[in-house]
């Protein structure tokens, strides 16, 4: 057994006092979080008198699986299966006080400064990291759910802890009248369809703006190496391309040797010239073969790696915006040949609802979707961690959980509404 192995696994036992327990399995994993690669251990304990059991079964009752950090040996999650103490543990975590204690423990941060309460419902709490009440961004989520007398059923913390110390000190201004350029921007039309009709809808996507106001960020960090290509297919002559269809198992065991290295995951490693080349080439070739007669009717999107995949997102060159699915082709290449293992081709699934290719209603006037939504808008202060300056940002987000129909003149839930976006 691999020395950090050992240690890690006589760590999890000492602490939760698992002396009735023998070790069933253990095994390591890595997590894209944010840019970064975390290695985790997960390890499984079964109750070390349990009765018969087989691989084809479930689990035996009692046993506990518990996963850690490889670096920070933090537990990052815990669940059991069915009735069982886990000695170490309060024996009732209801009371707020023992529950923000035992947490504070766990995480190595201090409540109400480094992290908060973001909901409690029945036997579930969840928490988010903060600095002095404002939320984070990206975040460390903490989930905690109890039994019904209140022990620890499952706990699970994902995330990225706080990235620096340094967060600006000016007060949180910001008002959503001064916002409402920025807010135009990101009104977003969606489709929403039934059986007679699709309805038009329109909401608005989140960003975060800075105190400032000169500076926005998305909520989305891609986790991967992926550059946006924007390329048209054409051809000038007929392919002869093909390929075998080939399911290839995920190559996606982690060693000791990789967590003790804490080796980048490898959809960080970026995609040469030569690759990007390589991979529009074989685009184009498979493209021209499968779709002969549609010669610029395709656009390559974006190539992006998938361990152990390269895929190759390829869409519909003049799509109607306001389609409630898009068509869209995925090629996945193995990255060490090339060779085509599969393509993805989501007609099949647009099909299913026959009704996305009809016309929606003209265009709503912004001035309308903006009446209408801005009462619903709401502005929550974050600090937004900025790779190039090093250091949080104080910004608002611009949030809304609702949308309006403009058929109807109605503001709704977005919840209530089987939304599909029509920009996906």
């Known amino acids: 057994m691999h020395p950090l192995t050992k240690d890690l696994i006589s760590h999890i036992q000492d602490k939760y006092q698992l002396n009735d327990y023998v070790l069933h399995e253990s095994f390591y994993r890595r997590e894209k979080v944010h840019g970064e690669t ?20 479930s689990y035996p009752d009692g046993t506990i699986e518990i996963q850690v950090d490889t670096v920070t040996r933090r537990t990052t999650s815990i669940n059991k299966l069915c009735d069982v103490t886990i000695h170490s543990l309060p024996e009732d975590l209801r009371d707020s006080d023992t529950q923000t204690a035992w947490l504070e423990q766990e995480l190595g941060m201090t409540y109400d400064q480094e992290f908060m309460l973001l909901k409690h419902q029945d036997s579930l709490y969840q928490y988010v990291s903060c600095q002095n009440g404002i939320r984070l961004f990206p975040d460390l989520f903490i989930s905690l759910e109890l039994t019904n007398e209140g022990a620890l059923d499952s706990f699970s913390v994902y995330g990225t802890p706080a990235l620096s110390h340094k967060y600006p000190t000016e007060p949180f ?9 920025i807010i135009s921007q990101q009104f977003r039309s969606f489709s929403v369809p039934n059986e007679h009709q699709r309805k038009l809808a329109y909401a608005i996507e989140e960003i975060f703006v800075s105190e400032d106001g000169l500076q926005t960020y998305p909520l989305d960090h891609p986790d991967t190496s992926a550059v946006t290509v924007n390329e048209v297919v054409t051809w000038n002559k007929p392919s002869t391309f093909s390929y075998t269809r080939k399911l290839i198992k995920r190559r996606n065991a982690v060693t000791a040797v990789d967590a003790e290295a804490q080796a980048s995951h490898p959809d960080y490693r970026p995609l040469t010239d030569e690759m990007l080349k390589t991979c529009r080439s074989i685009a184009v070739d498979l493209i021209a073969a499968e779709y002969p007669d549609e010669s610029g009717a395709w656009t390559i999107q974006e190539i992006n790696r998938d361990f152990p995949f390269i895929n190759i997102v390829v869409r519909r060159t003049r799509d109607d915006s306001n389609l409630a699915y898009k068509r869209r082709l995925t090629i996945l290449l193995m990255e060490d040949t090339y060779e085509v293992s599969l393509i993805v081709d989501n007609k099949a699934f647009i099909d299913l609802y026959h009704d996305s290719t009809q016309e929606l209603p003209d265009s709503v006037p912004e001035e309308v979707i903006h009446h209408a939504l801005m009462p619903y808008l709401t502005l929550k202060p974050y600090y937004v961690f900025d790779r190039v300056l090093d250091h949080y940002v104080l910004c608002s987000l611009i949030d809304s959980n609702h949308a309006y129909l403009p058929t109807t003149n109605e503001v709704v839930l977005l919840e209530d509404l089987y939304v599909i976006s029509a920009t996906d």
């Open 173 to 181: 201004t910001l008002s959503l009248e001064q916002m409402a350029p």
């Open 38 to 57: 975390q290695y985790l251990l997960e390890t499984c304990w079964f109750p070390i008198n349990h009765g018969p059991w087989s691989e084809d079964e």
